[in-house]
Structure formats: structure tokens, C-alpha cells
T-cell receptor
């Protein structure tokens, strides 16, 4: 167990809907990263927050947004969902700001858009 | 842009045989290099990082700056090595890891 928790584990929703995925980092970790894992795209970095501030963006669609709250948990909001958004969404946390710190991954949220 | 290539999506070897998972990256300089592993029904976790020069679970990875490669090797594969492996080079000072597409390693008995 990495200490990173994600809820929900599974989510099934319809196209056009909006969902929120939640991530609680390891105690003391200030960085939270979000990734999307799909069969054809592999593991894609979406966004990185450090101590409440957005620090880096990857291949994140405009329909997606995220935030990190004062208690350091993070939420990933996905709106106007499309079939292609079906994937496993991981968050990871680390102690530091820079990428060389080991990232501890959560179990993921499996999103199915029908 | 940073790019990392793991040319083999699937790799299958017999137990006891040597295994090599290939990883090539596209940028110059001295990156930090990581291998992450995801065993069945488990979460993604760090396997090893180049800077520590450790051998984890019998795996080693050598940085070849000339070829810009960071291949993962193990001399004698074991069945419990079956997993998904991701290479992730990190440009020094960068804040995000760029993961390769991953290689699914299957060790046959």
C-alpha cells in the first residue's frame, strides 16, 4: 500500500456527463500528479500540483480541470465526457517539487463512458 | 520535446532466460532515469532509478549516453517478474515524468 488513496474505484457514466475523481496523497507529500492510462496511449501525464499550485501541464484536454485543496487532496474534473475518455486515471504523490522524487501511485479510478 | 520509446509492447521469455526491456529517450544531457513496474492487480511502483545504482529484484539498468538508452536487464527471469514495465527519463530540473508506452513482460514456466 503506497498510502495514496483514490475514490471512486470504478465509475460508469454516459457521454456528455461530468465526473469528479478524488485523490488523497501520502501524508506529508506536497506534490500530486494525475495520469491517464489507456490501452492505445499508454500512461499519459495530465497535470501536476504542488502545495495547492499548478506546476506543470501535460496532455490535458480543456474539458478536464484539476485542483489541489489546502488539505492537499486533489480532484480531477472531467466534463462533456466522450467515449474516448474511458480509461484508468491514476494519481501519484511525492514529497518534492521536482520530478526526481519517487512518485507513489494510487490504485486508480476506472472510468467507463457509455 | 521529451520523448521516450519502448519499442516492444509485448515481450515473452522463458523462466531462467535473460531478459532485456529496451528504452530509448530523445533528449541530450544527463537525465535522471527511472523504471516503474506494475504487477497484476497492484499499483504502479518504482522499480529502480539510475542514480542509486542499485540492483532491485535482480534487475539492473545501464545508461548509455551515446545511444541515449536505459535498457532494463535481468540475467535469469523468474515467473514473478511478469508485469508491465515503464521507462521514465526525466530531464534534470523538469517537474514531470514522461513515461514510455510500457512493455508487458510475460515469463513462461
Amino acid at each position: 500500500d503506497s498510502g495514496v488513496t483514490q475514490t471512486p474505484k470504478h465509475l460508469i457514466t454516459a457521454t456528455g456527463q461530468r465526473v469528479t475523481l478524488r485523490c488523497s496523497p501520502r501524508s506529508g507529500d506536497l506534490s500530486v500528479y494525475w495520469y491517464q492510462q489507456s490501452l492505445d496511449q499508454g500512461l499519459q501525464f495530465l497535470i501536476h500540483y504542488y502545495n495547492g499550485e499548478e506546476r506543470a501541464k501535460g496532455n490535458i484536454l480543456e474539458r478536464f480541470s484539476a485542483q489541489q485543496f489546502p488539505d492537499l487532496h486533489s480532484e480531477l474534473n472531467l466534463s462533456s465526457l466522450e467515449l474516448g475518455d474511458s480509461a484508468l486515471y491514476f494519481c501519484a504523490s511525492s514529497t518534492g517539487l521536482a520530478g526526481q522524487y519517487e512518485q507513489y501511485f494510487g490504485p486508480g479510478t476506472r472510468l467507463t463512458v457509455t | 520535446a521529451q520523448r521516450v520509446t519502448q519499442p516492444e509492447k509485448l515481450l515473452s521469455v522463458f523462466k531462467g532466460a535473460p531478459v532485456e526491456l529496451k528504452c530509448n529517450y530523445s533528449y541530450s544531457g544527463s537525465p535522471e532515469l527511472f523504471w516503474y513496474v506494475q504487477y497484476s492487480r497492484q499499483r504502479l511502483q518504482l522499480l529502480l532509478r539510475h542514480i542509486s545504482r542499485e540492483s532491485i529484484k535482480g534487475f539492473t539498468a545501464d545508461l548509455n549516453k551515446g545511444e541515449t538508452s536505459f535498457h532494463l536487464k535481468k540475467p535469469f527471469a523468474q515467473e514473478e517478474d511478469s508485469a508491465m514495465y515503464y521507462c521514465a527519463p526525466l530531464k534534470r530540473g523538469a517537474q514531470k515524468l514522461v513515461f514510455g508506452q510500457g512493455t508487458r513482460l510475460t515469463i513462461n514456466p
